[in-house]
């Protein structure tokens, strides 16, 4: 059974920096797209960033390109990784890893990107690590 487990989320300040990672386990899709998604409370969970099976391809929402990176991680092959910077009191949120089977990623790169952030394009989560940040 496919599982994804966030990790490192806890406290950091403003201006800091986390690093999360999303360990996949079980059986897998060949190709597939791996999202992270963030839900602040009082809000609606929002799409982050995304990475394709293959690793050629990221992106990123508005508003955190530049500030946020997501990579997948060469020694541990079922490893995703987002790192957050100049972390702001509004990056406070649970963040979730999750899982889409595509059959080609990256026709979800290169065209309209309205189903890389699309929660309900996804069939499996993540329990989710929690992100704090303060002064």
């Known amino acids: 059974q496919l599982q994804l487990v966030e990790s490192g989320g806890g406290a950091a300040q403003i201006g800091g920096r986390l690093r999360l990672s999303c360990a996949v386990s079980g059986a897998t899709y060949d190709s597939y797209v791996i999202g992270w998604f963030r839900q602040a409370p009082g809000k609606e969970r929002e799409g982050v960033a995304s990475?394709?099976?293959?690793?050629?391809?990221?992106?990123y929402a508005d508003s955190m390109k530049g500030r946020f990176t997501v990579s997948a991680d060469n020694a541990k092959k079922n490893t995703v990784h987002l790192d957050l910077t100049m972390l702001t009191t509004e990056d406070t949120a649970v963040y979730y890893c999750?899982?889409?089977?595509?059959?080609?990623?990256?026709?979800?790169?290169?065209?309209?990107?309205?189903?890389?952030?699309?929660?309900?394009?996804?069939?499996?989560w993540g329990q989710g690590t929690q992100v704090t940040v303060s002064s």
């Open positions: 990475i394709s099976s293959s690793r050629d391809y990221t992106d």
């Open positions: 999750a899982q889409a089977h595509v059959v080609y990623p990256p026709g979800w790169f290169e065209g309209p990107k309205g189903r890389l952030f699309n929660e309900h394009e996804y069939e499996v």
